[in-house]
């Protein structure tokens, strides 16, 4: 019965706050426009960064990655005859 005193003044402070909360999110705007949220994660993030992956900017540096990789003796084929060695099947 004690742990009522405690514990109902701090679930209302706690309701309260929550209430507070809920109403300074209406006013700060945080609901006017949820269609524009969802649309928002289908556009670009930057226009110059969509502009260098369609000029091939990306596959450039795939090709430098696979060739770094190749003089540092892991490359695919590499890590295949590697496998192939330990008797790992391919499928």
């Known amino acids: 019965m004690e742990s009522l005193y405690l514990l109902l003044p701090m679930s209302v402070l706690l309701v309260l706050g929550l209430i507070g909360l809920f ?3 209406l006013h ?3 609901f006017d426009d ?10 670009a993030d930057e226009p110059e960064q969509a502009d260098a992956t369609l000029a091939g900017v990306a596959p ?5 990655r696979l060739d770094s990789a190749q003089e540092a003796g892991n490359s695919p084929a590499h890590n295949v005859a590697l496998k192939d ?7």
């Open 23 to 25: 109403a300074w999110a």
């Open 85 to 91: 060695q330990r008797g790992a099947t391919h499928e």
């Open 60 to 64: 450039a540096r795939r090709s430098q």
């Open 34 to 43: 949820l269609e524009r949220e969802g649309m928002r994660v289908l556009e």
């Open 28 to 30: 700060a705007g945080q």
